[in-house]
Nanobody
């Protein structure tokens, strides 16, 4: 089992930046991928895919809505995955979650096995 804890959320003005962290612990394998998802208020049934990074190799993938603005990276020594968010928009406001999957990359939130509790990001105009 993998445990994940997000941190780094907060409030920022549009155009600003934030960096989220996802501390990963437990039984993590080279086949794992760590994904970032977000859930906006009023969209409780939709966890929108943000991006994923492979645990082995650190290859990152992004949704079209964040590509060019967000960057996912990882620090293997710290077992931590980061989501650097630049040029934030009001529509980026959401609770951000990281999740783990031991069978590679997918955009489908239903196929991730372990989830953190989320961290709130609020972007004001």
């Amino acid at each position: 089992q993998v445990q994940l804890v997000e941190s780094g959320g907060g409030q920022v003005q549009a155009g600003g930046s934030l960096r989220l962290s996802c501390a990963v612990s437990g039984r993590i394998f080279s086949s794992h991928a760590i994904g970032w998802f977000r859930q906006a208020l009023g969209k409780e049934n939709l966890r929108e895919y943000v991006g994923t990074i492979t645990w082995s190799g650190g290859k990152a993938y992004y949704s079209d809505s964040v590509k060019g603005r967000f960057t996912i990276s990882k620090d293997s020594a710290k077992n931590t995955v980061y989501l650097q968010m630049n040029s934030l928009k009001v529509e980026d406001t959401a609770v951000y979650y990281c999740a783990a999957r031991d069978r590679g990359v997918t955009v489908d939130s239903n196929l991730y096995d372990s989830w953190g509790k989320g961290t709130q990001v609020t972007v004001s105009s």
